[in-house]
């Protein structure tokens, strides 16, 4: 049976909440979630998801905010980055783990995605996808549109759907789409997937940075991975 996106997202948060600030914030901020699933309509969810990121800026403050959020994120296969760190603890070279990284990033997109050498080409030319790029000590990773989209990405022309193609998260799909405003705190949630897979590759904790996000109105999402 498909997992319900909502209830099991709406769950961590709820977890992350309790965790970070406690009890009394987090029934504030859960508040009108009890009944959302995926079969709730799009526009109830960015208006509860609008109302939850304002009251979380307002009561909650940025680092434990950064640290929420984050902890919130899907994840990436931690036995797809097993032979990384591997890599990494017998080389501390973290151009091999780069390479690695995008060796699998262009294979997902060769193999399982079936896209052209040159939307591929284009794709790793604009420093899309996992391995993103380094900067000296920090990573500018640029997310790749939403995979199952990535045709109706590349022919649309309005830039409002065009955001709301290119983003990964069905909440905030909907609520671009129904012209909500949700606060950019949001998208440290999927800032989090890439803390993920660098705190597991290199068995420390790092620092993620949102640079660019739809959100805020920009056309992509990019975040920056500061290495310890």
Known sequence: MKQDFERHWLSRFSACLERSVGTGI???????????????ARSEVAAWSARA???????VEAAKRFDLMTGCACQYPRKELREIREKYEETSDIDVVLETLQ???????????KLSANIIEDMIRKGWGVAGRREGGKIIATKIPKSAYIADYLEESDPVKKRAIYCHCPRIRGALMSGVSISSTYCYCGAGYYRGIWEEILQEGVTVELLESVLKGDDVCTIAIHLP
């Open 26 to 40: 987090r029934a504030k901020i859960m508040e009108g979630s009890e009944d959302l699933s995926d079969s709730t």
């Open 53 to 59: 990121m304002a009251l979380l800026d307002e009561h």
């Open 103 to 113: 060796k699998k990033f262009v294979s997902f997109l060769k193999d399982e995605l």
